[in-house]
């Protein structure tokens, strides 16, 4: 499964966004097993924005960081401790633009099983892990269509163990989803009639 991840991320059409908005970025790690896993978060409930939803490590660009994988890759130390030297990063997917005026781009990587995280209590509640299966065996629900900046969007959402994983964060599994292991939901009806 990893290996078809690895090829088709190679070949992933990346689109980026026409407008300037400030930058972020997240890490969509996976656990690299026979089984992968993906590793979420749930946010810290005292936050400003975001507060107690599923989520990737990730956050804001630094002046200091010199690439947005940079970004990813320090935010994810920050948050759940997770070194930069154990990630190998496979690809990014295209940036999508939050609600907020952020335009976050997602960095897919690879982590070894037994990596120690420890979740930064001022911004996270707890970590998780989802196997990869779930996704693919599991379509999300998929709301009316909104507009969304500009596009036609069912937002999608998935169930697990109590825990709601949509938006952003669910966008972003099923970008990767449809490019990489071919699920073909469509959540973009912009252009249709």
């Known amino acids: ?5 690895r090829q088709r991320m190679a070949a992933y059409p990346y689109n980026d966004l026409p407008v300037k908005l400030p930058e972020a970025a997240v890490l969509m790690p996976f656990v690299d097993q ?3 896993e993906l590793i979420l978060t749930v946010r810290a409930q005292g936050l ?6 599923v989520a990737f490590p990730g956050g804001k660009r630094d002046p200091e960081d010199p690439d947005l994988k940079a970004t990813a890759l ?7 401790g997770l070194p930069h030297h154990l990630v190998e990063v496979v690809g990014q997917l295209s940036p999508i633009p939050s609600r907020f005026g952020i335009k976050v781009t997602p960095f ?11 979740p930064e209590p001022g911004e996270i509640e707890t970590i998780f892990h989802v196997p990869l299966n779930f996704f693919l065996d599991q379509p999300p629900e998929l709301s009316a269509p909104v507009e969304y900046y500009g596009r036609r969007l069912r937002m999608p959402s998935y ?5 709601r994983i949509w938006g952003l964060t669910a966008f972003m599994i099923l970008d990767l989803l449809n490019h990489v292991y ?9 252009g249709e009639e």
Not at 1 to 5: A, E, N, V
Not at 74 to 80: A, G
Not at 108 to 118: E, F, K, M, Q
């Open 1 to 5: 499964m990893l290996d078809q991840l």
């Open 34 to 36: 026979p089984e992968p």
């Open 74 to 80: 320090r935010e994810s130390h920050e948050e759940v």
């Open 108 to 118: 897919v990587g690879l982590v070894r099983p037994g990596v120690s995280l420890v």
């Open 182 to 190: 071919d699920a073909d939901v469509r959540f973009d009806l912009t």
């Open 48 to 53: 400003s924005t975001h507060a107690g939803q």
């Open 159 to 163: 169930q697990f163990e109590g825990k």
